[in-house]
Every structure is written in C-alpha cells, then in structure tokens.
C-alpha cells in the first residue's frame, strides 16, 4: 500500500542548514526519512544528489520553504463587493510594494473563510517575497534534484504546526495568542499567532550565527533586539486585542540551543516560555530522535496541503 | 481554501523529466504485446470470421472457388483410381508372370526339376523333385536371395527311395519390388 500512497517532501532551505523530511499523506503522516544536510555539502553537487537519488527523493513531490527578510505578509480587509475583484486588488497592493520598494515580488494570497462580526468584511492573506531571491532558491533546490510542488511560507507552515498541537493540547487552548520566536542562524521571526490568523510577524536581522564566540556580551547583543521586539509585539497586540488572553511564548529553531538564550528569554518575557521539544509527545507520529526545534518548519511544509479544508 | 504557494506559474507543471518519458515509453513497449495478442488479434479474427459467416448467408451456397476445388478434387480423385488400375493390370501382365517363371527356372540348381507351377493371387506354390534335400535346400535359398518373393517357405517334403526327395514351395511375390522395377 506504501508504494500507491502519495508521498511528499519538505525541504527547509535554511542558512546553516536544510532539513529534509519525506512523508507519506494518507491522510495521517507517516514520516519515512527525515535528515539534516550540512550547508557545505549543499553547496556542492556530487555526494547530495547521490544521496537524493538513493533515498528516490528525486521522484516525490517537494514543498520548499525558506526564509528571506524581503518576505512581506499582509493581511488586506475586503468589503462586500470586493470579494469578486480579489485578483486585482492584490495585484494593485504588490505593484505598490514593487514601486515603493524598486523590486519586483512573487506573491500569492488566500482567503480566510471568517468574515467581521461587526461589518461582514473577510480578509485576504498575502505573501510576497523578492522574485530574485526566491528564483536563486528555486534553482538551487531545482539543480539538487529536488521535484518543486510548491514554495512555501515559513511562518505559515509552523502556524500549520501550531494547529495541530493546539487540536491535541488542552493546554493551549485555540481561543488564546501565542508569540511565535523563530531562532534562526542569521534572522530571528516574531510573530504572533491567534486562531487562523498572525499578527505583525517582524524579522529580526540578528541570529545564532553572532554567538559562535560565545561571551556573555555577545549574548547580550543577540538578545536585547529579540526582547525589543517581543515587548513591542505584545504591547501592540494587547492594545489592538484587548481580552484575547496571551499567556504563552513558543521558541524553536537551532537558537533555542544557543548556551543561556533559553533561559534568558524566559527571565525576561512575562509569559509561560516553552520550545517545540516540550511538546513532542503530542506528536506521535513524529520519530524519537526528530528534534521539533529544528524541524518545525519543514514538519509545517509536510502539512502543507494545495486544497486545504 | 489553499495554502499560500510562492512557486512561480512558470515553474509548475512543467513537461516530465526525460527519465519520466523513458519510463512511459518502456511500458507502453511492454503492454503493446499483451494488448496486440492478448485482445486486438483474437478481436481482428473474430471480426473477419463474422465478416466471412455474413458473406456467406445472403446466397446460403458455396462460393464459386470452393465448386470448382471440388471438382478439381473429383477429378484427380478419378484420375488416381485410373493410374491404380492400370498398375494392377501391368502386375498381372504376362510379362510379369514370364519374369517370375524365369526366376523360378533360374533358380534352379543341377539336378532339381519342377513339375508344377501353381499360383493364386500373390502366392505361387511350386512342385517338384531334388535328387537330394542339400540341393533343394540351395533352391529354397536362391529364391530367397533373388528378393522376387516376399516370403519363401517349404510347404512339404517327401523323401524317397535313394535320398531324392519330392517338394512343394510356397512363395509370396514382393509386389513392391514389382513396382520399383517396373517404374
């Protein structure tokens, strides 16, 4: 039966690392390989592609996700009459990111299924990102080998993640907001998640990557940026959502390992902090020694679904 | 409601890859067999058989072609039975027969005489008297020998006075030799 099940790859381009999961959707996950390409390897041609022919990743379906700080995610609210002119309203926003910013974007939106209590507007998410940088990745991924079924956003894949643990967790209950930290080597995402929707994500241009000489004063640097923006992100929030409950911040990628990040983060933000690997046993179908800080996103990608319920 | 996809249009649903074509090609060289004699060929046969058995029914008589072949065959059928009966006539011609006595006289050694030649079909029996049973032994086998006859066998012998002895042989003629040396 496994030979006739759709089979997918998520590949998380980062910029230490790419992460590698292959899956079978049917309808549950089922993880068959999962795997950590060191950067220097990427770079080169020869043993990678013998190693993504052997494991036949070649032939699967691949959903790539990176991170990019020229991603710009928007949310645009429609009136009543606008839901028809959807394409074209986007179409108007981008042109106006591509004037203001001199650089042309590949985008694409989604329409969220909830419409305004009080006036009956829906909202449409867009996504944009530089068409340079995201067609240097696509090539790259492309002359890997890799089989391109979608580019994905990272952010939303881990809110797909999020999702999932919220359905198995009592303790997270879907009706409150969580502040998002991806630790990334060289870009740290905030963000914060509540119900289908995230708000404000902000890309930090500091990472792991500076704590490689690993005194305290530059743990200090890397940190007062990211609790900078966090304080910023919940004071907006709260202010905007008053009496929508954010008790709970959630860490991953390969900073939450950084020697006394963790526990600095959780000194300073006043909320309940956790990493990913907290909460791996409401993943059982996730493999023991699959670190969910690292593979977060690319678990998101896995979930990534063309005609999502 | 869809998942956000930044992959450009021209980048999806591109043309299969070379090895994709490779292997449609290999499986379709594959089925062909199986679907050529497996079910077009028994299909194309039955076909021309209808087509045959609906040619036929509006006249409900052989075609013109099958008459003739069966007249064709009637007549060699004839002709056959013609050639046999002249074979047969030239068996029993008298200038088989003389051969045959020739044989039997040649046969002969000194002293050994016949008295009686009898025939009946395809068996000659043959009367007469050796001065000994050596001698007529030697008759029995040069008649075996010449090969005229398919079969030689002494039928009786009746020893006399002073050892001559009185004999009946019996001779089956070998038709077949018969034909190849007429032929």
């Known amino acids: 039966m496994l030979a006739f099940s759709r089979k997918v790859l998520a590949l998380d381009m980062g910029n230490h690392t790419y992460k590698i999961i292959a899956a079978v959707k049917d309808p549950d996950i089922r993880i068959l390989h999962y795997g950590i390409l060191p950067w220097e390897e990427t770079s080169g041609t020869g043993n990678l592609m013998q190693f993504i022919r052997k494991l036949q990743y070649h032939f699967m379906d691949t959903v790539l996700s990176f991170h990019h700080k020229s991603m710009v995610i928007r949310e645009i609210k429609l009136k009543g009459g606008e839901e028809s002119r959807i394409p074209e309203l986007v179409r108007e926003e981008m042109n106006r990111y591509q004037t203001d910013l001199n650089e042309k974007f590949d985008y694409d939106y989604l329409l969220l299924p909830e419409r305004d209590h009080q006036n009956g507007q829906r909202t449409a998410v867009t996504a944009a990102i530089s068409r340079s940088i995201n067609r240097e990745y696509i090539d790259r991924a492309i002359r890997l080998g890799f089989r391109l079924t979608a580019v994905d956003v990272q952010i939303h894949a881990f809110l797909r993640v999020l999702r999932c643990l919220m359905d198995r967790c009592r303790e997270l209950p879907s009706h409150s907001a969580y502040l998002m930290l991806d630790l990334g080597y060289d870009n740290t995402t905030v963000a914060i998640f509540y119900r289908e929707r995230i708000f404000a994500p902000r890309v930090i241009p500091v990472g792991c990557r500076c704590l490689e000489g690993g005194s305290a004063d530059l743990t200090e640097g890397y940190l007062i940026p990211i609790l900078r923006s966090c304080s910023s992100l919940m004071d907006t929030f709260t202010y905007s959502h008053a009496g929508i409950p954010l008790q709970q911040a959630i860490a991953y990628g390969g900073g939450v390992y950084a020697r006394g990040v963790c526990p600095a983060l959780q000194d300073q933000i006043s909320i309940e902090f956790s990493d990913m690997n907290e909460f791996r046993d409401y993943f059982p179908e996730v493999p023991s020694g699959m670190d969910l800080n690292l593979y977060g996103n690319c678990l998101g990608s896995v979930l990534w679904k063309e005609n999502a319920e | ?183």
């Not at chain 2, 060929?41 to 008459?67: D, F, M, Y």
């Not at chain 2, 069966?70 to 047969?88: I, M, N, P, T, Y």
């Open chain 2, 1 to 183: 409601m869809k998942d956000l996809n930044l992959l450009p249009r021209e980048y999806q649903g591109k043309p299969p890859a070379g090895h994709w074509f490779v292997l449609f090609l290999i499986l379709c060289l594959s089925v062909w067999p199986v679907v050529n004699y497996g079910f077009l060929n028994p299909l194309r046969t039955r076909s021309e058989k209808k087509q045959l058995v609906s040619a036929r029914a509006p006249t409900g008589q052989p075609s013109v072609l099958e008459k003739d072949c069966e007249a064709q065959q009637a007549k060699l059928e004839e002709w056959q039975d013609r050639v046999a009966a002249f074979r047969e006539m030239e068996e029993e011609a008298p200038q088989s027969w003389r051969d045959r006595c020739d044989v039997l006289m040649n046969s002969l050694p000194h002293g050994v005489s016949i008295q009686e030649i009898t025939c009946d079909g395809t068996t000659v029996v043959v009367s007469g008297s050796s001065p000994d049973d050596v001698l007529l032994a030697k008759y029995l086998r040069n008649l075996k020998d010449n090969g005229s006859f398919a079969e030689v066998r002494m039928e009786r012998i009746l020893y006399r006075d002073n050892r001559e002895v009185a004999f009946h042989l019996y001779g089956i003629l070998d038709f077949q030799k018969t034909k190849e040396e007429t032929s």
